[in-house]
């Protein structure tokens, strides 16, 4: 393909956003937009460098992603016993009901989504010891409220 027939690369500029990393993981990093307690919705950006993946989790509510930049993979469980991946790519729109099972990670090139989330009696997320496991640690509004203290203490 010609330089001049080539659609023009996009690059969502983060020079402004200030990334934290996500404790626990190399390559895995987050910036809070908005935590609202009283309608238990989390908004947020995260960032994966290439080839990063997160640990599997299971969203408690709504969940609406929007891929920003790079190619969000999404890992799931498949009838087979498997697990299936899904890719989506820039500009990519999804959305789900809750109660949503997966890990996910950064293609080749990384990758940079927001994440609108919604808790389910106060939960956001439970982290779990495997794909479709028992529940290690369940993650509320709470939680990313003080996350988002911390935050804005450090602007």
């Not at 809750?98 to 919604?118: K, R």
């Not at 997320?125 to 290690?136: F, P, R, T």
Request: charged content about 25%; glycine content about 10%; overall charge negative.
């Amino acid at each position: 393909m010609t330089d001049a027939l080539r659609p023009p690369e996009y690059r969502f500029d983060d020079r402004n956003v200030r990334w934290l990393p996500f404790r626990g993981f190399e390559g895995l990093d987050y910036h809070l937009l908005k935590v609202d307690e009283a309608s238990g919705q989390v908004d947020m950006l995260m960032r994966f460098a290439p080839n990063q993946d997160c640990i599997p989790h299971r969203h408690a509510g709504a969940t609406k992603t929007l891929v920003l930049e790079g190619e969000h993979r999404v890992y799931e469980s498949d009838q087979a016993g498997g697990v299936a991946c899904s890719v989506r790519k820039a500009g990519t729109w999804s959305t789900n009901e809750g109660d949503e099972t997966h890990y996910e990670g950064g293609g080749d090139q990384g990758a940079i989504i927001l994440l609108m989330m919604t808790a389910a009696n106060g939960t956001i997320y439970d982290i779990l010891a495997e794909l479709g496991g028992e529940v290690s640690r369940e993650i509320t509004v709470d939680d990313f409220q003080r996350g988002y203290a911390r935050q804005q203490s450090r602007a």
